[in-house]
């Protein structure tokens, strides 16, 4: 669906609004790619799934997914955290739960919030979206 005007300007007023916003993230993510950063909007996505997961087994599965993915020093698409935060994963992955990454995910939220998310203010990408969706709307 495509986004109001009202939303679409509601995201510079709130990361949070942005956020909790399919079309916002998903414009967040196209704006994070250009910066070489996408891998901190898929972390926390794939962070937010794993919270609604009840299955003990899935879980497991999801977590180690995560883990290799985005934790491992080994991954392409590591994501940047603090030696505390790694630490505190690599004890909860003996026994993962579906907040195992919160310390993780809010340390990366935080870093988009501070870091990328005025930059995304300042983008092509999101002023053209504004210009497009106040333009489409003054001339419904």
Sequence with gaps: AKPTPEEVQGWAQSFDKLMKSPAGRNVF??????????????????????????NKHTIDEKARMIYEDYISILSPKEVSLDSRVREVINRKMQEPSSHTFDDAQLQIYTLMHRDSYPR?????????????????????
């Excluded at 983008?123 to 001339?139: C, D, G, P």
């Design 29 to 54: 993510r196209e704006f994070l790619r250009t910066e070489y950063s996408e891998e901190n909007m898929l972390f926390w996505l794939a962070c937010e799934e794993l919270k609604t997961e009840c």
């Design 120 to 140: 995304f203010l300042n983008s092509a990408i999101y002023k053209s979206l504004l210009q497009t969706v106040s333009h489409s709307s003054s001339e419904s």
